[in-house]
């Protein structure tokens, strides 16, 4: 059973430029996360999506970020016209249906580091 | 004030030794807690769930004070491979929050 997925890994983006990032949740898996790591801080929480909902988006900033996860395919963090303080990893995780699990356990995929030059 | 706080360290120890970390947190209504581990540059993982009866796992033993809001992680017989960050981790929701965590490094 395939972990979570991301992609690419790694990301070199310059100013102004996008970047798109890509999670492919655990098989079986509805419910997406997408979490920030700024370099020697803390993850912090960025939105939190179902298969064509955005359910909760209150810790992603208010201007050129996105996110959406589709019918189909992997959900996709978007980030338009970057900027060097975007440079962080940027985690995405997976949960099954909040029912099927008490603890409500999220499982993590590698990251993407994007750096911005 | 950071709705989870943790000592950043970092902890330096010998192999053998028994540590523990503590964690506070601010909002009382936080039901689930957890301690996730990280490697450098590597993605979070669970280490355990803690529960107000306390929990062992091995060598790791959790505990939650919910009257002080503190939560704490005690390894016991530490082994080089348990140095990393640890994070204290409350579930806020649907999401997760995270202490800024604390470093381990465990030397022979």
Request: proline share 6%; with cysteine; aromatic share 12%.
């Amino acid at each position: 059973n395939a972990g979570v997925m991301q992609n690419p890994r790694h990301l070199v983006r310059r100013r102004g430029q996008e970047a798109r990032l890509r999670c492919s949740p655990m098989k079986g898996h509805s419910h997406v996360y997408w979490y920030r790591q700024l370099p020697e801080e803390g993850l912090k929480f960025m939105v939190y999506l179902q298969k064509e909902n955005i359910i909760d988006e209150s810790g992603m900033p208010k201007e050129r970020f996105s996110a959406e996860f589709p019918k189909e395919g992997p959900s996709i963090l978007r980030i338009q016209q970057v900027v060097r303080g975007d440079s962080a990893a940027y985690f995405c995780a997976s949960s099954p249906i909040y029912s099927e699990t008490p603890t409500y356990e999220q499982y993590f995929g590698p990251g993407t580091r994007l750096t911005v030059t | 004030r950071k709705e989870v706080e943790q000592d950043p360290g970092p902890f330096n120890v010998p192999e053998g030794a028994t540590v523990a970390f503590n964690c506070t947190y601010s909002n009382s209504a936080s039901q689930s807690f957890f301690w996730y581990r990280q490697d450098c540059r590597k993605e979070p993982k669970l280490l355990m769930s803690v529960y107000s009866s306390g929990n062992e796992d091995g060598r790791f033993t959790a505990q939650l004070n919910r009257a002080s809001q503190y939560i704490s992680l005690l390894i016991r017989d530490s082994k080089l491979s348990d140095s990393a960050t640890y994070l204290c981790v409350r579930r806020d929701g649907n999401k997760l929050v995270f202490g800024a965590g604390t470093i381990l490094r465990v030397k022979s």
